[in-house]
């Protein structure tokens, strides 16, 4: 399931600008841009993808740790919303890029 979502989000990367919508994920992206340093929209929403796996991997891994009774309710509670809230980005942004590509296939050239 990992590997479907960073596909996709990684090729939304190459077709559109990505709006900021998390708070867990826009400050890796805002301080790639701040920074300077791999000024490029590709390095940009690379970052923020990797950033996006690694929540959703935090979330996986705290649900686990809970199960086996390593992890508090709220460290799970925390950890999965976060989780939700970068699969719920990944999401908008692939809408956001077929809407892109369905615009550009209208054009008249």
Do not use: N
Not at 20 to 34: D, F, K, V
Not at 38 to 62: R, W
Not at 81 to 101: C, F, G, H, P
Request: glycine share 6%.
């Amino acid at each position: 399931m990992l590997e479907a979502i960073s596909s996709t989000a990684i090729s939304a990367g190459q077709a559109v600008a990505r709006a900021t919508e998390t708070q867990a994920i826009a400050p890796a992206a805002t301080s790639a841009i701040q920074s300077g340093e791999g000024a490029g929209f590709d390095s940009v929403l690379k970052q923020v993808t990797s950033d996006a796996i690694g929540t959703l991997k935090a979330g996986e891994a705290a649900s686990i740790s809970a199960m086996q009774g390593k992890e508090s309710t709220r460290r799970v509670v925390e950890a999965l919303m976060s989780a939700e809230q970068a699969l719920q980005t990944a999401v908008a942004v692939r809408d956001k890029v077929v809407q892109a590509y369905q615009e550009v296939v209208r054009m008249s050239i």
